[in-house]
C-alpha cells in the first residue's frame, strides 16, 4: 500500500493511507545504507499478518528536506509572527524567510494576533513587507479573522507552520480545525516568551485536505550553510533591484552605484529589511573568518 508517514516515535512510523493509519517498522536495509525515514515521506508498506505490524519496503525520492523541523516533501512554509504578546522580532522573521527562500519554500507571513494592536501599527509592519512579493494574512484566532483565507491557503497542501514560540501557531490551528485541540501555551508574564508545547514534528490531518507540521518554536536560525555571495537571492526585492546596480557582484554594502541604495533611498525597500540584510551579510562574512 502507499501512504505518507505523519508520526515517527522511537523507530515507529504512523503511516496514512487511503483505508487507514498503520503502525510501521521500518526494513533493516534502510538501517544499514544510514537512510531515515522522515515525516513526509511517501512510502510503500507491507502489512505482516503474524504480528499486525506494517513494513516501510520503499522510500519514494524526496522533494526537499528540512533539517529543523526533520520533514520531507513540504510545498510551503507558514509563517508565524504575533504582533503583541510577544512584540514581532522582524529580524527574526527575516531569518525564516531567508530559510524558505534557501529551501524553495513558498513562504507565507501570518501576522496573528491582530486584535492588540491599533490599524495605524499593523499598516506599519504590513509596510515593511509590502514589496518583498510574500502573501502577508493578518489574523485574530479570538475575531476569527483570516481564518479562511489562510484555509484556502493551505488546502491541498504539506505546510510547515514556523515561528517562536506564544505567536499563536496552535491556536490558528485549532481555529482551522478544532478537532485537533492542540494544547495552548501561555505567555510568561516575567519574559514575554512563550513556552513550548509541541514536542515532536507530525503531520497534522486537514479535514479539507492537506497537512500541516506542527513544530516546536524555533529561537535563532544559523547561517553558515549561505555564501555571502548568494545572500540576496533570499531577499526578492533586493535581488530584483540588484539587477541594474552598476557592478554585477555588488553587494549593496559600500559600492557605488548601487540601484538598491537607490531603491532604498525612494521609498521602494524597506530600510528594517534592508539593515536585516547587512547584519546577515556581516555575520556570514564573520563565520567564514574562523
Not at 184 to 195: A, E, L, N, V, Y
Request: net charge negative.
Amino acid at each position: 500500500m502507499e501512504g505518507i508517514i505523519i508520526k515517527g516515535i522511537g523507530g515507529l512510523y504512523y503511516v496514512s493511507t487511503k483505508e487507514e493509519i498503520v503502525k510501521c517498522k521500518a526494513r533493516g536495509l534502510f538501517r544499514k545504507e544510514n537512510i531515515k525515514p522522515l515525516v513526509g515521506d511517501n512510502v510503500l508498506i507491507e502489512l505482516n499478518d503474524i504480528d499486525d505490524m506494517g513494513y516501510i519496503m520503499e522510500i519514494k525520492e524526496r522533494e526537499n528536506e528540512l533539517i529543523r523541523p526533520p520533514v520531507a516533501n513540504v510545498n510551503q512554509s507558514i509563517i508565524v509572527f504575533a504582533l503583541k504578546d510577544p512584540e514581532p522580532n522582524l529580524w527574526l522573521l527575516d531569518r525564516f524567510l531567508l530559510l524558505s527562500e534557501k529551501e524553495n519554500l513558498k513562504a507565507v507571513i501570518v501576522f496573528n494576533k491582530t486584535d492588540l494592536i491599533s490599524e495605524e501599527k499593523l499598516q506599519a509592519v504590513y509596510d515593511v513587507y509590502k514589496s518583498t512579493g510574500y502573501r502577508i494574512i493578518k489574523t485574530s484566532a479570538i475575531e476569527d479573522k483570516g481564518i479562511d483565507e489562510l484555509k484556502e491557503v493551505l488546502k491541498n497542501r504539506i505546510s510547515v507552520f514556523a515561528g517562536p514560540s506564544g505567536v499563536g501557531k496552535s491556536s490558528l490551528l485549532n481555529s482551522i480545525e478544532p478537532h485537533l485541540e492542540l494544547k495552548i501555551g501561555d505567555i510568561s508574564d516575567k519574559t514575554k516568551r512563550g513556552k513550548h508545547t509541541t514536542r515532536s514534528s507530525s503531520l497534522l490531518t486537514l479535514s479539507f485536505g492537506g497537512f500541516v507540521v506542527d513544530t516546536p518554536g524555533f529561537s535563532s536560525l544559523d547561517l553558515n550553510f549561505i555564501d555571502e555571495n548568494e545572500l540576496e537571492e533570499f531577499f526578492p526585492e533586493i535581488y530584483e533591484s540588484g539587477i541594474d546596480c552598476r557592478f554585477n557582484d555588488c553587494k549593496h554594502n559600500k559600492e557605488p552605484g548601487c540601484n538598491v541604495k537607490i531603491e532604498l533611498e525612494e521609498g521602494n525597500i524597506s530600510r528594517g529589511r534592508y539593515e536585516n540584510y547587512l547584519s546577515f551579510l556581516e555575520e556570514i562574512k564573520n563565520s567564514r573568518r574562523y
